[in-house]
């Protein structure tokens, strides 16, 4: 089993400890984004996704001045400390993708094929979650760390007032990014003959 992309698939680990400093200059990170938007696949090619990307002191600020006053506000106290850590690991990367999904575009859809409806708001969860597993993966192989995060609904509005985003646009996911500055924990795989079943095969 050889091929790039699998060798690209199998490189991508979760990474938490990650520095605020990039591979590679921040027009290659756009370069990227914008690929991934392109030829991403979508349901009845939708395009329903939307990425938003905070680099350097924009990224900072997500984490310092918005998710860690958000959690704040809702954990316990006793909790808090060991979340502050967790979100300074968050803060003290370079950047933060954040994966939307349009919901007029899921509309028109269920508009235009009444017979699907109810399936177009699954399919757009998996639209937008393979967007978010492609520039995982692209961001690391230009040499990133990133690990993905899911702070919505606490953050969407601050978010919205900040940056401009529509309301109606509904968060998904925060992929965290930045030069890695350890590695990935160990994984455990569960037998492979437990989880895939083939027929037929010559
Ligand atoms: C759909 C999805 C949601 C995830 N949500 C979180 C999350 O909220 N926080 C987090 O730290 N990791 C999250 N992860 C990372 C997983 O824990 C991680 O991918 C898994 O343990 C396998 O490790 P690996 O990414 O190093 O291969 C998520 C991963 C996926 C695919």
Redesign the pocket.
């Known amino acids: 089993m050889s091929s790039s992309f699998l060798d690209a698939v199998k490189a ?3 990474i ?1 400890a990650l520095k605020h400093e990039s591979p590679i200059p921040d027009s290659k990170i756009q370069e990227i984004v914008k690929q991934t938007i392109l030829h991403v696949p979508s349901s009845f090619n939708s395009q329903s996704t939307r990425i938003v990307v905070l680099l350097g002191d924009d990224h900072t600020h997500l984490w310092e001045e918005i998710v860690k006053p958000a959690v704040k506000a809702v954990a316990p106290a006793e909790a808090w400390p060991q979340s502050e850590q967790r979100l300074n690991g968050f803060k003290n990367a370079y950047g933060t993708a954040l994966f939307y999904e349009e919901p007029k575009d899921i509309l028109k859809l269920q508009e235009a094929f009444p017979l699907y409806s109810e399936n177009f708001p699954q399919w757009s969860e998996h639209t937008n ?1 393979m967007h ?2 492609v520039l995982w993966t692209a961001l690391e192989q230009e040499g990133f760390g990133a ?4 702070y919505s609904p606490l953050i969407d509005d601050k978010i919205a007032a900040k940056w401009g985003v529509p309301g109606a646009w509904s968060l998904k ?1 925060q992929l965290v990014f930045g030069t890695p500055a350890g590695e ?2 160990d ?1 455990a795989f569960k037998p492979v003959e437990e989880r895939v079943f083939v027929h037929g095969a010559k």
Do not use: D, E, I, V
């Not at 690990?147 to 899911?150: A, F, G, R, V």
């Open positions: 991508r680990r979760t938490y979650a978010q597993f690990n993905l995060q899911h996911a990935a924990g994984k």
